[in-house]
């Protein structure tokens, strides 16, 4: 069983910068596939960014592609999102999640294991 723990949303404005991380517990966390996902109020869950167990392969929603770095350090145990140039409408609840799968699979119900999420607010 694999605990996760998402940390360092809080408000920043538009244009400005953030890094969120998840730690992970209670597993072999080199052994997953991890995932950064978001929803917004109203809206469907969807992926952000995702990372391979060695974290060699990346792969990005369109629209954060060139804004926000995915990376993880399977020493510490941890997921990060680095979030650049941030827009009001990047506004939604982060959660980072734990696959089993060697594939990068976008779709939610591909993950295992979800931390309780973190909530980011950008104003313009």
């Known amino acids: 069983q694999v605990q996760l723990v998402e940390s360092g949303g809080g408000l920043v404005q538009a244009g400005g910068s953030l890094r969120l991380s998840c730690a992970a517990s209670?597993?072999?966390?080199?052994?997953?596939?991890m995932g950064w996902f978001r929803q917004a109020p109203g809206k469907k869950r969807d992926f952000v960014a995702l990372i391979s167990q060695s974290g060699a392969r990346t792969y990005y929603q369109d629209s954060v592609k060139g804004r926000f770095t995915i990376s993880r350090d399977n020493v510490l145990n941890s997921l990060y999102l680095q979030m650049n140039s941030a827009k009001p409408e990047d506004t939604a609840v982060y959660y980072c999640?734990?696959?089993?799968?060697?594939?990068?699979?976008?779709?939610?119900?591909?993950?295992?294991?979800w931390g309780q999420g973190t909530q980011v607010t950008v104003s313009s």
């Open positions: 209670g597993g072999t966390f080199s052994t997953y596939s």
């Open positions: 999640a734990a696959s089993r799968s060697y594939v990068l699979l976008p779709a939610g119900s591909s993950y295992d294991y």
